[in-house]
């Protein structure tokens, strides 16, 4: 049973773009925070942006401050993470995930209990 779906990944060049999406099949996401993590090869999982329910409270991890920027379309139920300026570094499977509550804490948002369900996680390679 597929919770969470995401899409939007796949091949781009350094300083390309990509524009994820996470929708929901069996709930309302709009009523949740959602966060987006990513896992590179040999790496931990790790967190990289996170959005309220109401988008009223938006955080990022350093290494993709202004770069990329997390959204919502209540309309469509879905989260998107737009990624610009992409580097190798940012190479690696991407997942979003539901908050167990509606708001988020921002000294927690990054550990992996905050959250209930995951998504499959979508590929972001960025390469020359």
């Known amino acids: 049973q597929e919770h969470l779906v995401e899409s939007g990944g796949g091949l781009v060049q350094p300083g390309g773009s990509l524009r994820l999406s996470c929708t929901a099949s069996r709930f309302i996401l709009n009523d949740y925070a959602v966060g987006w993590f990513r896992q590179a090869p040999g790496k931990e999982l790790e967190g990289v942006a996170c959005i309220s329910y109401d988008a009223g409270r938006l955080d990022y991890v350093d290494s993709v401050e202004g770069r990329f920027t997390i959204s919502r379309d209540h309309s469509k139920n879905t989260v998107y993470l737009q990624m610009n300026s992409l580097i190798p570094e940012d190479t690696a499977v991407y997942y979003c995930?539901?908050?167990?509550?509606?708001?988020?804490?921002?000294?927690?948002?990054?550990?992996?209990?905050?959250?209930?369900?995951w998504g499959q996680g979508t590929q972001v390679t960025v390469s020359s």
């Open positions: 995930a539901r908050a167990r509550n509606s708001h988020y804490s921002s000294d927690r948002w990054t550990e992996l209990p905050e959250y209930d369900y």
